[in-house]
Nanobody, 129 residues
């Protein structure tokens, strides 16, 4: 199993980036996807997660600090999850990681980082002031 993030970079305050997470070695549609970030000297932080079912469609979850600025999405045929980052702030600077958890994972566990069996290597996002 491999999760590969891409799309990070250096942007100015107010700028945008689109992160991608492409999965291989697993049946992507069987997994909820999450994005986490870790800034220097800080603990890993939940950013967003997306679950889905054929019956109810997609359900998304966000940490309050990124609501209305970040958007998580997924493209199951492409085995890829995305995180659109808009109106970036210096405090968004961190290494961003994607991770995969079984679809049955509860919203609480998706938020606290439990049940994520697979993680990517991370992509650096730096926001200059």
């Amino acid at each position: 199993v491999q999760l590969v993030e891409s799309g990070g970079g250096l942007v100015q305050t107010g700028g945008s980036l689109r992160l991608s997470c492409t999965a291989s070695g697993l049946t992507f549609s069987n997994y909820a996807m999450g994005w986490f970030r870790q800034a220097p000297g800080k603990e890993r932080e939940f950013v967003a997660a997306i679950n889905w079912s054929a019956v109810s469609g997609e359900t998304t979850y966000y940490v309050d600090s990124v609501k209305d600025r970040f958007t998580i999405s997924r493209d199951n045929p492409k085995n890829t999850a995305y995180l659109q980052l808009n109106n970036l702030k210096p405090e968004d600077t961190a290494v961003y990681y994607c991770a995969a958890a079984p679809l049955s994972t509860s919203p609480t566990r998706l938020r606290i980082g439990v049940n994520y069996d697979n993680w990517g290597q991370g992509t650096q996002v730096t926001v200059s002031s």
